[in-house]
Structures are given as structure tokens and as C-alpha cells.
């Protein structure tokens, strides 16, 4: 189980995910435009609105949990609770939400603009790839 390839690059990816995050609450509306997070989150952080900061640290919260999941999956970590039950929902809630955000691209292009949605989407598909082969490879032994 030890250093499991596909569960490190997950790591790998959510953790990145995760500090992109503190990236948009550290630094503002020029990080929430730039990583397309659409109009009205960049309006609310220009504002000093709390919703950006609540809703990007809950999500860079719910990353860094992810990112030890993985870790511990590919055997960098103690087992973690549930870790049978939780890297196969977490690579079903990023392939669902994947496939999801390239529909809401097609079919409601204007909340948050195509390419938040094309972009994170991808990474989305790749990183529930990576959580998918690496849980698969480890499943007999969690």
C-alpha cells in the first residue's frame, strides 16, 4: 500500500486545490477573478463580504481533509476512519461534479462563466481519476 502513485498525485492535487483556496482569501477579488470564480464572488470579496471567505474556507477545509485521506490511503498516514468508505465517495463526488460542471457549462454558461466551470471541471475529472485508480489499487488492504 505504501507509496501508492495515484493516491499521492490525488494528494498532490488537492492539497494544490486546497492552497489555491487560501489563495483567494489571502489575496482577494484579483485571485478569485483570475481562478474564474466568477463575477459575484469577486464583487462580495471587493465588498469585504464575508460569504467568499466562508464559503472558500469551507471548501479548503472539506481539500485538506480529502488530501489526508488520500495520504493516509497511500499509506504516508495512519489509517483514517471510514477510509473504505470515504476515498470512494470522495472520488464519486469529484467525478459527479466533474461531469456535472461541463453540463452546467453547456447549459447555463453566464453563472460563473465557461471557463470556471470547463477548468475546474477538468481538474475535477483528473483528480477523481487519480482517487479512483489509487483507491482501486488499495482496496483489498483498507
Known amino acids: 500500500m505504501e507509496g501508492n502513485t495515484a493516491l499521492l498525485l490525488a494528494a ?5 486545490a486546497a492552497l489555491l483556496h487560501i489563495g483567494c482569501i489571502a489575496f482577494g477579488p484579483a485571485w478569485y477573478d483570475a481562478l ?7 464583487r462580495w470579496s471587493r465588498e469585504r463580504r464575508w460569504r467568499p471567505t466562508v464559503i472558500t474556507g469551507a ?3 472539506v481539500l485538506g ?8 490511503g497511500a499509506g ?3 489509517t483514517l476512519p471510514a477510509t473504505r468508505f470515504i ?6 463526488v469529484l467525478l459527479l461534479r466533474g461531469i456535472a460542471g461541463v453540463a452546467i457549462a ?14 475546474s471541471s477538468v481538474a475535477c475529472l483528473g483528480l477523481g481519476g487519480f482517487y479512483l ?3 482501486l489499487q488499495v482496496w483489498p488492504s483498507l
Request: proline letters at 6%; hydrophobic letters at 55%; zero cysteines.
Open 36 to 42: 474564474g470564480a466568477g463575477e459575484r464572488m469577486v
Open 106 to 119: 453547456a447549459l447555463r454558461p453566464g453563472y460563473n462563466g465557461v471557463r470556471f466551470w470547463i477548468v
Open 87 to 92: 476515498l470512494p465517495a470522495i472520488t464519486a
Open 12 to 16: 498532490t492535487g488537492t492539497a494544490l
Open 65 to 72: 481533509i480529502w488530501t489526508l485521506y488520500a495520504l493516509a
Open 59 to 61: 471548501i479548503t477545509i
Open 76 to 78: 504516508m498516514l495512519p
Open 133 to 135: 485508480a489509487g483507491t
